[in-house]
């Protein structure tokens, strides 16, 4: 992790596997960074397994850094930039280091989360049912299993109909935000990330469709 005495109190968190250049990361000198390698235990930061696609790079960061969070967390995949990899990054060239750059900090801070796609589509305004029956052959078992894993992470029943939000698990959060909730909360989270039978791409998913609401945000 990219940090000293006089670095900037805001740092940006990623995940990368073997094959994943993330040396773009440099090119945003006012962001510490964190890159986490999913796939290779002998980097310096590493998940314990590859379970669960960016989640568990981000529940890792957060437990493991819980009582020394920066005050600004953004969390984004390995990517720089170029489509169609990086299709769901709305900035200019659909770069990561151009959406960092235009973070507005002080939005993050006074709301606590900021979903770093601006553009609704995918995801809004009603891209999640829980309990909704669909005809189609779509794959929707992260969206059904929503309603099972909601009372594991969040302890009630109340899971909502509808879900909104803007794909694709790239976002910014207050470290007051994160810090709302406990850190039992987030090894929690990582445990069942880590023992679902649900495999890697759907496990992962199911976190993509709920990060807003785990940082305090209304369902829709």
């Not at 989640?55 to 850094?65: H, S």
Request: include cysteine.
């Amino acid at each position: 992790m990219s940090s000293s005495s006089n670095s900037p109190d805001r740092i940006v968190v990623i995940g990368k596997t073997n094959s994943d250049d993330t040396s773009w990361v440099e090119k945003l000198p006012t962001w510490q960074n964190a890159v986490f390698s999913v796939d290779n235990d002998t980097w310096p930061l590493h998940t314990s397994k590859n379970k669960g696609r960016e989640a568990n790079v981000y529940l890792t960061y957060l437990v493991e850094n819980y009582q020394r969070l920066p005050s600004t967390i953004a969390f984004v995949h390995a990517h720089e930039d170029g489509y169609p990899r990086a299709w769901h990054t709305d900035a200019d060239s659909y770069s990561n280091v151009k959406s960092l750059s235009a973070l507005n900090v002080d939005l993050a801070q006074s709301n606590g989360y900021a979903n770093l796609r601006c553009i609704a589509n995918p995801g809004c305004p009603d891209g999640i049912r829980p309990f909704h029956e669909y005809n189609d052959q779509e794959d929707r078992r992260a969206e059904h299993a929503i309603a099972v894993v909601w009372q594991q992470l969040f302890g009630n029943n109340d899971v909502p109909n509808v879900i909104a939000t803007p794909c694709c698990a790239q976002f910014a959060v207050s470290r007051d935000q994160v810090h709302k909730r406990p850190l039992e909360f987030y090894v929690g989270a990582l445990k069942w990330l880590h023992e679902t039978p649900l495999d890697d791409p759907t496990s992962g998913r199911v976190f993509e469709y709920i990060w807003h609401i785990i940082f305090g945000q209304e369902p829709v």
